[in-house]
């Protein structure tokens, strides 16, 4: 309507840090209240703005790592010589306030009530957050989904989420793979996910499994096409780059 300020997703806001919750060395998650969010859904990201004093800004996308109805958080990895992680991991404290603005996204997205099959969940480092979204909502909706997460982390100390992802019972089954480094007596998978990891552990194509996988760019597109080497049709692969920079592993 002309003349009436229309509020959306779109639209930045300013939110306040409630709580910061460091997960690894390099990896805090963040917590807000949001004045005016309309809601959101399991695997849709926000995006931060920052604004220097001289109004230089700087723009970035993060996953929603809290699951529908629970209160808006991201986790953020800290990028040594990146430009807005290490602000959001080192500096932003409880209380201080940030522009953003979200939900964003409509195609990452599970929804219990619509999407059947299995969950194959493919995290590449932080790619593992907005699938952190979707294994909470899972939970929370009591949904009977089977779920196994294959998580590729440089090691066991950058596994984000790991004390809940162990915890986390209704038959979520999580695999880790480690590519940089691994603990003595280590049983589980290491080296980076490839095909033959999958076809030992995804789900396989006749039980119509329903995949997403996020993180940097090059493991998504590794991941994504191994699942369509192993008979997944490709509208079953959901995949969420984070980008060059995002999400190393
Ligand atoms: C939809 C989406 C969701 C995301 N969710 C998350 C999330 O949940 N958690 C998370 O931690 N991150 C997430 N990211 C990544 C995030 O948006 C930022 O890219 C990340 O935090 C790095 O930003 P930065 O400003 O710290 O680093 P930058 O300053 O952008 O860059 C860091 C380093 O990478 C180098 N670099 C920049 N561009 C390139 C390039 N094209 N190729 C190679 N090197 C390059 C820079 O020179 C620098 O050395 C997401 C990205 C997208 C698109």
């Known amino acids: 309507m002309e003349g009436t300020a229309v509020r959306g997703r779109l639209t930045w806001q300013t939110a306040t840090v409630t709580e910061i919750v460091p997960e690894t060395a390099r990896a805090s998650t963040i917590v807000f209240e949001i004045p005016d969010w309309p809601g959101h859904r399991a695997g849709q990201h926000l995006d931060v703005r920052l604004t220097a004093e001289d109004g230089y800004r700087a723009e ?30 080192e500096d932003l404290r409880a209380g201080d306030e940030i522009e953003l603005r979200g939900p964003v996204g409509g195609y990452f997205v599970w929804d219990p009530g619509t999407d059947r099959g299995p969950l194959l ?116 692969v959901k995949t969420e780059r984070f980008g060059a920079t995002g999400g190393r592993s």
Not at 68 to 88: F, H, K, Q, W
Not at 141 to 149: F, S, V
Not at 208 to 234: H, I, K, N
């Open 121 to 236: 969940l493919a995290a590449g480092g932080s790619g593992v957050v907005p699938l952190r979204s979707i294994i909470r909502h899972r939970e929370r909706t009591g949904a009977t989904a089977k779920a196994r997460l294959l998580y590729s982390s440089r090691s066991l100390a950058d596994v984000i989420y790991r004390d809940e992802l162990e915890r986390s019972d209704a038959g979520l089954d999580v695999l880790y793979t480690l590519t940089r480094s691994h603990p003595p007596g280590w049983d589980g998978h290491t080296g980076r996910v490839d095909a033959a990891l999958l076809a030992e552990v995804a789900w396989p194509s006749g039980q119509d499994p329903l995949a997403f996988v996020c993180g940097p760019t090059s493991f998504v597109e590794a991941v994504a096409e191994s699942l369509v080497g192993l008979g997944y049709p490709a509208v079953r």
């Open 60 to 89: 970035r996308s993060y996953s929603i790592a809290s699951a529908p109805g629970e209160p808006v958080a991201i986790t953020v990895e800290r990028l040594e010589d990146g430009e807005v992680s290490p602000y959001l991991t």
